[in-house]
């Protein structure tokens, strides 16, 4: 028999967790510390023992974490690797119970999310497209901002969840408007990034004290939360991933893909996409999209 206590505590959904990298580790840790319980599987056993030593519960399938699962979180690199765990008898839509709500957290094509989410409706399944930003700092501290596609009713009933994860929780339109929001966040950040780089290298060749000069940049209408997240990346030249060029690369092709299909111009998005994808060229890819002054370096003559 249920004590007072117990049945004075509202029952928790079961999550499964897919994809246990960069943010889905600490997001998924979040859920825990909420009191969640979390079934992770991902490609890495080194992250599914960090989960387990947390208090989850590890997987060795993707069947496996999500069969009993009332919530499944995906939060995996881009388009491609959402099809493949979505899709295929191994993959979500064939594993999960009917009427389970899949919420992917990716930052993927909108028209992926559409497609996702007609697929799994076939399925009985509901599907939010939930994007975040915040990076690596965001997902530890919890506080993302986590921008949604979907049903309202469906949005209402993450929402408890989504809150164990981030500070700012916005429903934006049906299905694939979290991933178009997504997109566009994406081109603010590294238009915002490379700004700030070019700012640097001007502000060092003139011979000034950096530090000093981004402290009151950042008082003033320069001020953003790119520099005062990547500000020490900057003085320290440490360009350790929060959030890898490589995936910038690829939010930048949806950001000028989705654009041009609506008849957007993003002049200087445009130039900054090519930007980022010289630097990866150049094999800068792992590193920190902050590494955008290394570019900036390069083409001002300095060695880096």
């Given at each position: 028999m249920s004590t007072l206590a117990d049945s004075s505590r509202p029952t928790r959904p079961a999550i499964g967790f897919i994809g246990l990298g960069i943010m889905g580790s600490?997001?998924?840790e979040n859920l825990l510390k909420a009191g969640y319980d979390v079934t992770g599987f991902t490609l890495e056993q080194a992250k599914i023992d960090r989960l387990v030593a947390s208090g989850g519960k590890g997987a060795s399938s993707i069947a496996e974490a999500v069969k009993d699962a009332d919530v499944i979180i995906t939060m995996v690199p881009a388009s491609p690797q959402v099809e493949a765990i979505a899709y295929g008898e191994d993959g979500i839509l064939e594993n999960a119970k009917s009427g389970a709500?899949?919420?992917?957290?990716?930052s993927i094509t909108p028209q992926t999310s559409v497609d996702l989410a007609k697929a799994a409706a076939e399925k009985g399944l509901r599907?939010?497209?939930a994007?975040?930003?915040g990076g690596e700092a965001g997902a530890i501290e919890a506080v993302l901002s986590i921008m949604v596609g979907g049903e309202q009713a469906d949005f209402d009933s993450a929402k408890p969840i989504l809150e164990a994860l981030g500070k700012t929780i916005v429903l934006c339109g049906p299905h694939g408007s979290g991933q178009t929001v997504k997109a566009a966040n994406q081109l603010i950040v590294a238009v915002n990034i490379q700004a700030c780089a070019e700012a640097v290298v001007f502000l060092e060749k003139?011979?000034?004290d950096l530090a000093a000069a981004l402290d009151v940049l950042n008082g003033?209408?320069?001020g953003s939360t790119v520099l005062t997240r990547k500000k020490d990346n900057f003085l320290n030249r440490d360009f350790a991933p929060g959030f890898r060029i490589d995936l910038h690369h690829k939010d930048m092709g949806i950001v000028t893909d989705a654009a041009r299909n609506v008849g957007a111009a993003l002049p200087v998005g445009a130039v900054?996409?090519?930007?980022v994808a010289s630097l990866r060229a150049q094999g800068d890819?792992?590193?920190?999209?902050?590494a955008l002054l290394r570019a900036v370096e390069r083409l001002s003559g300095q060695q880096v």
């Open positions: 600490p997001m998924s709500l899949l919420i992917d957290m990716s599907v939010l497209d994007p975040v930003s003139s011979g000034v003033g209408l320069a900054v996409a090519q930007l890819g792992g590193l920190d999209h902050s």
